[in-house]
Structures are given as structure tokens and as C-alpha cells.
């Protein structure tokens, strides 16, 4: 069990940046660690991922803009924002991913609102 705070939202023009940070309320060593988003009307998509190891994976959408990471020591997981565009607007969540066989677990945080807009 492991609870997700997603931070760093918030309104921003076509162009910007922002930081999300998703700090969790134990060590995030033992997961692979994702970011997620939902924009209204729409499918909760992939945008990253991080795995135990470190190993990134990125939606084609996001490629060479977006970066992921982890800090393993704060228990948090980043996900840097640059060259904003309009269609990334969406709530961004974090998930946690631990699979211990037969069973998975999926944890996730209640989302942060990104908009990006003129």
C-alpha cells in the first residue's frame, strides 16, 4: 500500500514549462513508476514511465519534451514539461506498479490539473 500526492499544476501559455512532482507516502524503490493523463472526454493515456531500474519509455506525443525521473532517496517521482502545447491540457496522474505473482498492484494519486492555454 502506498498513497500518491501529485503537485505543480497549474495554467500555463503554449511554450512553457512546468515540473510535476508525485511524492509518495513510502519508498518507491520496489515499483515502476508512470505518469498518466486524461483530458475531458478522453481515455487516460500513457505518457511515461520509469522503471525500477530507470529504464524510460515515452508516449510519441511527449518524445523529446517531456522527461521523467525519480529520487528514489525523497520518495518522488518528476516529470519535467517543456515546449507546452495546447492538447497536453488533461488532468496528469502518478501510478505506482508492483507486480508480486500471482497478483499486481496499481496505486494512484488524485491528479493534478494542467492547462495550457493563450
Known amino acids: 500500500q502506498v498513497q500518491l500526492v501529485e503537485s505543480g499544476g497549474g495554467l500555463v501559455q503554449p511554450g512553457g514549462s512546468l515540473r510535476l512532482s508525485c511524492a509518495a507516502s513510502r519508498s518507491i524503490s520496489p515499483f515502476n513508476m508512470g505518469w498518466y493523463r486524461q483530458a475531458p472526454g478522453k481515455q487516460r493515456e500513457l505518457v511515461a514511465t520509469i522503471t525500477t531500474d530507470s529504464s524510460t519509455n515515452y508516449a510519441d506525443s511527449v518524445k523529446g519534451r517531456f522527461t521523467i525521473s525519480r529520487d528514489n532517496a525523497k520518495n518522488t517521482v518528476y516529470l519535467q514539461m517543456n515546449s507546452l502545447k495546447p492538447e497536453d491540457t488533461a488532468v496528469y496522474y502518478c501510478?505506482?506498479?508492483?507486480?508480486?505473482?500471482?497478483?499486481?498492484?496499481?496505486?494512484w494519486g488524485q491528479g493534478t490539473q494542467v492547462t495550457v492555454s493563450s
Open positions: 501510478n505506482a506498479w508492483l507486480a508480486i505473482m500471482p497478483r499486481a498492484y496499481n496505486y
